[in-house]
């Protein structure tokens, strides 16, 4: 089953079962909504990648507040060969979306470096 809500994001659901056979307690269900994400270069953009990736706990903001902060900090500090500043650098940036926008084979795309700093508010 799939749907769109108001226009934007397409909503599905997938079930299963505890064990791999099918066989068990009962179905689980998850709901899966797929919408846009903002460039990492953007509270907003970052702190949804971050709270995907399990580094911000809570609902993703589009202002620079202390929880995502830390995040960031939390983020660099657990990636190789990023310094540890909790602000949306650009190595930050594109190390950020290349752990978040990897392909099905496991494999990532680094972004390119971009010549725009990011945007910060707050």
């Given at each position: ?46 702190s ?9 706990a809570?609902?993703?903001t ?61």
């Amino acid at each position: 089953m799939a749907s769109t809500v108001a226009g934007m994001a397409p909503l599905g659901q997938t079930r299963g079962h505890p064990d791999d056979r099918g066989a068990g307690e009962g179905e689980v269900r998850w709901d899966i909504n797929i919408a846009p994400i903002e460039p990492p270069t953007t509270p907003l953009g970052a702190s949804t990648r971050l709270a995907n990736l399990d580094y911000f706990a809570g609902e993703p903001t589009d202002q620079m507040t202390d929880d995502l902060r830390d995040a960031i900090s939390y983020f660099e500090s657990d990636t190789e060969g990023l310094e540890i500043t909790g602000e949306l650098k650009q190595l930050t940036c594109n190390k950020l979306r290349g752990l978040h926008e990897c392909r099905a084979d496991g494999s990532v795309d680094e972004a390119p470096d971009a010549s725009e700093e990011p945007t910060q508010n707050g």
